[in-house]
């Protein structure tokens, strides 16, 4: 099916049939790894809210679902202080955990999670994230599971914003540089 651009966007990255694809691809390495096992998915939320949900249908595994709220302040395209919300509503302690990104930039945010998650009890944390960007590596961090690799630029859609906009977009695409002063 051809995607409609919005009109802010640049370039169409990752149509929603090959986003789906390749969610089901990982699904399938999930449902490997966790054989037996009854994980706690957690969302981290806002951005992996589309991804985390496709995903988790995509798995045959009886995970648990979860959610947190993990945050940059950000100015522009430049990750901030990050602020994580770490009042969990639910137990680490002793549990599989698999933290589910829609991206990994700075490696920031899933870094400090995990460590945190670790510190509490958890048994075990993977990583999965939708986009892999690790040319903006700022701390040391590889995730255990992508769908794919980006390269530079500002990207949006399918759960991904600047300034709040574009998260609802069904296709991943970069925004014109013009949109963000870039
Ligand atoms: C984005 C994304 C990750 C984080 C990755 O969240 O959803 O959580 O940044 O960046 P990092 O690797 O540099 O830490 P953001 O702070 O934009 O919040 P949002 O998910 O609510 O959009």
């Known amino acids: 099916m051809e995607t409609d651009l919005h009109e802010d966007c640049e370039k169409l990255l990752f149509s929603a049939e090959e986003i789906?694809?390749?969610?089901?691809?990982?699904?399938?390495?999930?449902?490997?790894?966790y054989r037996g096992t009854t994980p706690v998915a957690v969302c981290v939320l806002k951005g992996a809210v589309f991804?985390?949900?496709?995903?988790?249908?995509?798995?045959?595994?009886?995970?648990?679902?979860?959610?947190?709220?993990a945050s940059s302040y950000r100015r522009g395209a430049?990750?901030?202080?990050?602020?994580v919300d770490?009042?969990?509503?639910?137990?680490?302690r002793g549990r599989d955990i698999l933290l589910v990104e829609d991206i990994?930039?700075?490696g920031k945010t899933l870094r400090s999670l995990k460590a945190s998650l670790l510190e509490r009890g958890a048994k075990s944390v993977k990583t999965v994230t939708l986009l892999?960007?690790?040319?903006?590596?700022?701390?040391?961090?590889?995730?255990d599971y992508?769908?794919?690799?980006?390269?530079?630029?500002?990207?949006v859609g399918y759960g991904m914003d600047y300034a709040e906009k574009y998260r609802k977009l069904p296709y991943i695409a970069l925004l014109k540089p013009a949109m963000y002063g870039g």
């Open 20 to 33: 789906a694809s390749g969610t089901r691809s990982v699904a399938a390495l999930l449902d490997e790894a």
């Open 51 to 69: 991804f985390f949900c496709d995903l988790l249908r995509a798995m045959r595994t009886p995970a648990e679902i979860e959610f947190l709220r």
């Open 78 to 83: 430049t990750s901030g202080t990050l602020c």
């Open 86 to 92: 770490d009042a969990l509503s639910f137990e680490p």
């Open 104 to 106: 990994v930039d700075s």
């Open 132 to 143: 892999d960007k690790p040319s903006a590596r700022k701390v040391s961090f590889e995730v």
């Open 146 to 155: 992508k769908v794919f690799d980006v390269g530079a630029g500002f990207v």
